[in-house]
């Protein structure tokens, strides 16, 4: 079993910046895929970046140029370092782990884009 912590979120102007962190409880090379969706109110829960364990990512068009997402293996840690942030960039941002033994959450951190 993958256990994933997130942290990182807050309240930030548009324009600024953020970084997002997701902690595995194990190591990260083990995990298939490890991604950050968000889910902003009324809305339905969205891919904004993954990574593959050897290094492949994809992004969301809406995030392209802002958004990157990376990962440390000495740390079990993946990162979302998000700059040039808008309001609709509001959302709970989630991290997801896909593993050969399944597929796992995190409880989520509350990313607010406002002045």
């Known amino acids: 079993q993958v256990q994933l912590v997130e942290s990182g979120g807050g309240l930030v102007q548009p324009g600024g910046s953020l970084r997002l962190s997701c902690a595995a409880s194990?190591?990260?090379?083990?995990?298939?895929?490890m991604a950050w969706y968000r889910q902003a109110p009324g809305k339905q829960r969205e891919l904004v970046a993954s990574?593959?364990?050897?290094?492949?990512?994809n992004y969301a068009d809406s995030v392209k140029g802002r958004l990157t997402i990376s990962g440390d293996s000495a740390k079990n840690t993946v990162y979302l370092q998000m700059n040039s942030l808008k309001s609709e960039d509001t959302a709970v941002y989630y991290c997801?782990?896909?593993?050969?033994?399944?597929?796992?959450w995190g409880q989520g951190t509350q990313v607010t884009v406002s002045s």
């Open positions: 997801y782990a896909d593993t050969p033994m399944g597929s796992y």
């Open positions: 990574i593959t364990s050897g290094g492949r990512t």
């Open positions: 194990r190591s990260i090379f083990r995990i298939n895929v």
